[in-house]
């Protein structure tokens, strides 16, 4: 069945920087766009960031543009988040998603990430 674990999430100051990562299982990984969304405390889910199947293309909230990363690695099944110059309103729980046409079919359980001093 598909699998989506993210990790990587943590405590961080403001400044700091985190990598979230998101390991899939039980479906063929490379023929997949996937996202990064986030979802703080009494607000919407909210998209980040968009990579396609191979990585050459991606695009970011802009909200996240030039401090966030989204890349993937298609031999370990993995999609990554590297986070920098992280603020207190980055807090929130980051999930990955598998899109199937235009939306997601699938999320993993969520990492979370606090932003604080």
């Known amino acids: 069945q598909v699998q989506l674990v993210e990790s990587g999430g943590g405590l961080v100051q403001p400044g700091g920087s985190l990598r979230l990562s998101c390991a899939a299982s039980g479906f063929i990984f490379s023929l997949y766009v996937m996202r990064w969304y986030r979802q703080a405390p009494g607000k919407e889910r909210e998209l980040v960031a968009t990579i396609s199947t191979n990585g050459g293309s991606t695009n970011y909230a802009d909200s996240v543009k030039g401090r966030f990363t989204i890349s993937r690695a298609n031999a370990k099944n993995t999609v990554y988040l590297q986070m920098n110059s992280l603020k207190p309103e980055d807090t929130a729980v980051y999930y990955c998603?598998?899109?199937?046409?235009?939306?997601?079919?699938?999320w993993g359980e969520g990492t979370q990430v606090t932003v604080s001093s």
């Open positions: 998603g598998r899109v199937l046409g235009t939306k997601n079919d699938y």
